[in-house]
């Protein structure tokens, strides 16, 4: 993509065409709304990092042609369970093109969705590999790889539009959000909101299988939101999370959803 010049670029202007808060806006299908966010450019420090790393890349990556744009939610436009997670990795997502893909991270969530029969295949290797998830959505609140893996406040709420549109076109289906980690839970809070349900204050603490369920402003189906612990590697090495618990607060989560997961075995733990 050709870079804009300073005339063009939509960072500072709520009301640019370009803008989350509009582009979001006007997306009338998921599809619509996967396709217009990969052309976002509304945080410069992000767009300047995406890039720089398919720049540079990995030794191990060198042959690999990056991603290096924002990534768009991944699996059914029908989902009644959705996944939220922080933000791409910037040799993972931003390398293969899908939300947690290419990282050690996705490597588990992956596997543990194949064991309970969400996914059609156990490795999320690419965009484009012929990997399907059943009754799932997986997104985050922030599209662009950020440096350190940590997203300004700025960066998340400029962001936010995007996920927001999402859960108002998934409304019709969803019925349970998992926020993997404490920054999801608490960037998936204001989007609940816009979405049309109703968040208590105090709003529900984050914690490893908390649960909280909200009513709908307009009467219809309540949405219930779990936490987990995210699947990253410092979590996932220190025990803090292991396969166990993950598969476990999966399968409380899509049965919650009205997904029938498979009762499965749990991988080794880790």
Known sequence: MPPQSPADDPADDPGHPRHPAEAAARA?????????????????????????????????????????????????????????????????????????????????????????????????????????????????????APPDNKPSTAERDTCRPWISRELQLLRPTVRTVVALGGFAWQAVLPVITDAGWQVPRPRPAFGHAARATFPARDGGPALHLYGCYHVSPRNTNTGRLTTAMLHDLLRDAARSAGLTPKPGRPGPVL
């Open 28 to 144: 009338a299908g998921l599809a619509e709304l996967d396709r217009v966010v990969t052309h976002c450019r509304a945080c410069p420090r992000l767009v300047e990092w995406r890039e720089q790393t398919a720049r540079t890349k990995r030794r191990a990556y060198q042959d690999w042609d990056y991603w290096a744009r924002p990534i768009p939610g991944f699996g059914p436009p029908d989902a009644p369970l959705v996944l939220v997670g922080l933000a791409p990795a910037a040799h993972g997502a931003n390398r293969t093109g899908r939300i947690f893909t290419g990282d050690p991270s996705g490597d588990l969530l992956y596997a543990a969705l194949y064991e309970l029969g969400l996914a059609n295949r156990p490795e999320s290797v690419r965009h484009g590999d012929g990997l399907e998830l059943s009754g799932v959505r997986i997104t985050d609140p922030v599209r662009c």
